[in-house]
């Protein structure tokens, strides 16, 4: 997926390379969002017969909780701006997506049982007791020291358009340097993806709890 360097003293260059990149839905083909992507179906990856009848036994597993992790480092490199989304029959593109952190308003939380509160605790006595378990004092609510957020993604395309021509130098170098480092990121995830081949694809039985109503008899007076 690599791509080579792009000379930045270009605009030609530059241009030239955010043209030529593959593209791909951000949503539904009909939406007609686009925006930079990499194509990671498993027959353009280059696998050998015995990788590729292993990689089909892989995906079977949730993959994409063990590959989070690179996209949670492009994440924290983009400092939140720029996320990777997977698109497509069976997820076979990774898309780049605009981003935003926000907060979630929760301003505490309870010691005891976890609850989450909207309101920040006062200094009063009882202020923090807890709505939920109604823990107080050193079991109750506590302020969060860092408030927790969520990262907002958009679907909207990116450079749709492509219409660069207006652009300065400075913008065109920020915009090569989001791409660049999104298909650093996908190489990471292809690497992570590989590695995944090596390990053995075992079936497990989870005995999942079911809550139903029955009727016994009444132990009443």
Known sequence: MSQKKIDR????????FLNDHFRYNTMNSWNGS?????CIKLHNLGLSSEQLDKAFKVIQTDIWDELDMQIQDFVTQ??????????GRSGGYLVLLSSEWKSTGYKSY???????????????????????????????????????????VSHAGIDDEGDFEDWSMEQLRARVNVVEAFDSACDDILVAFLDML???????????PEKRYVLQTSHAQ
């Open 9 to 16: 003293r270009s605009k030609e260059s530059m241009v030239q």
């Open 34 to 38: 686009t925006s930079y992507a990499h």
């Open 78 to 87: 983009m400092h939140g701006a720029y996320t990777i989304g997977s698109n």
């Open 110 to 152: 309870c010691r005891t049982c976890y609850q989450r509160n909207y309101k920040a605790c006062g200094n009063t006595e009882g202020d923090n007791t807890c709505g939920s378990c109604r823990a107080t004092g050193d079991q109750g609510r506590v302020n969060y020291a860092m408030p927790p957020r969520q990262l907002s």
């Open 198 to 208: 090596e390990m053995d694809v075992v079936e497990e039985t989870i005995m999942v």
